[in-house]
């Protein structure tokens, strides 16, 4: 697609379940980055991968969040055990990554998952 | 660690109105990064600065960067009701490509 697609757009949930949230990146961008996004604040880094491998997941709160990117485009969000304090914007953003003039490291967003845990 | 570091964090203007946004951040990097952010939208991006003295202008915003001093600045000129939104910077650290954000400056034009 033209834009980085993220789905669901809204989930609500109960506390102690399971949710997935899902990204599809820009075509042809090998890093794709999660954040997440409380209200009034800035976006705090989750996870980024480089391909299919997650090259740094320091910003992963607790052993609760996890990702994966199997095929090294889509990737998926995974939350066990959703606390309230779980609930937030999650921004999947991509970026064109290599030796060319287009590796300016910009990050290119989608328009985020809003998680609610009741 | 590196910190990001904007101020103000809320700024009210009248329209046709100058005013600077600053971006301090805590480590050397030579990367930095500016996004608007509409309420319920996702970011924006604005500009990329991608060396000491680099200045890049869209319309009424200019931002530059000064690597020594570890600062960005966001000016903004002649300001119009539709400037009106959440204005982030972003520094390049930790791992090659992740973005530190700080924590925004939400901007209100008024007439």
């Known amino acids: 697609g033209a834009g980085v697609s993220q789905t669901p757009s809204n989930k609500v949930t109960e506390k102690g379940k399971y949710v997935e949230l899902r990204c599809d990146p820009i075509?042809?961008?090998?890093?794709l980055y999660w954040y997440r996004q409380s209200l009034g604040q800035g976006p705090e880094f989750l996870i980024y991968f480089q391909g299919t491998g997650a090259a740094d997941d320091s910003g992963l709160p607790n052993d609760r969040f996890f990702a994966v990117r199997p095929e090294g485009s889509v990737s998926t969000l995974k939350i066990q055990r959703t606390e309230r304090g779980d609930s937030a914007v999650y921004l999947c953003?991509?970026?064109?990554?290599?030796?060319?003039?287009?590796?300016?490291?910009?990050?290119?967003f989608g328009e985020g998952s809003r998680l609610t845990v009741l | 660690e590196l910190k990001v570091e904007q101020n103000p964090l809320f700024l009210s203007m009248q329209e046709g109105k100058n005013y600077t946004i600053y971006c301090n951040y805590s480590?050397?990097?030579?990367?930095l990064y500016w996004y608007r952010q509409d309420p319920g939208k996702s970011l924006e991006s604005l500009f990329v600065?991608?060396?000491?003295?680099a200045v890049k202008q869209e319309g009424r915003l200019m931002a530059s960067l000064d690597t020594k001093a570890r600062l960005s600045t966001l000016h903004i000129t002649a300001a119009v009701h539709d400037l009106s939104a959440t204005y982030f910077c972003a520094v390049a650290g930790g791992s090659q490509g992740n973005l530190i954000f700080g924590k925004g400056t939400k901007l209100s034009v008024k007439p």
């Open positions: 953003a991509s970026s064109h990554t290599g030796p060319s003039a287009a590796n300016t490291g910009e990050l290119f």
């Open positions: 480590t050397t990097s030579d990367r």
């Open positions: 075509s042809g961008h090998t890093a």
């Open positions: 600065l991608l060396s000491n003295g």
